[in-house]
């Protein structure tokens, strides 16, 4: 069963950058789409990226583009989150997610695996 892991996350003043790491165990990574979601209290969890098993197609959340970057080192089993310029409606839990039967998809509803999550909180 592949599990996964997620660090990197904490408290930054808005404008200020994270990176987000998220280690795959159990089976190697390459044969996985992982997303990036995030969600705060109250709220449905939103999907914030994904990156095919390649690392060729990525996608993102309109709130997000040209801010965060998704990336994939399939060799470390690792895939990253580069959060730029962030903003207070940036705080959330982020999670890392995994899924084999899927293109790449930003719901949800798509993924199988899931992470712990990491706090990231934007506030001055």
């Known amino acids: 069963q592949l599990q996964l892991v997620e660090s990197g996350g904490g408290l930054v003043q808005p404008g200020g950058s994270l990176r987000l790491s998220c280690v795959a165990s159990?089976?190697?990574?390459?044969?996985?789409?992982i997303g990036w979601f995030r969600q705060v209290p109250g709220k449905e969890r939103e999907g914030v990226s994904c990156?095919?098993?390649?690392?060729?197609?990525?996608k993102y959340a309109d709130s997000v583009k040209g801010r965060l970057t998704i990336s994939r080192d399939n060799a470390k089993n690792t895939v990253y989150l580069q959060m730029n310029s962030l903003k207070p409606e940036d705080t959330a839990v982020y999670y890392c997610?995994?899924?084999?039967?899927?293109?790449?998809?930003?719901?949800?509803?798509?993924?199988?695996?899931w992470g712990q999550g990491t706090q990231v909180t934007v506030s001055s």
């Open positions: 990156i095919s098993t390649s690392g060729s197609i990525t």
């Open positions: 997610a995994g899924a084999s039967d899927v293109f790449c998809s930003t719901s949800y509803r798509d993924y199988t695996y």
């Open positions: 159990g089976f190697t990574l390459d044969y996985y789409v």
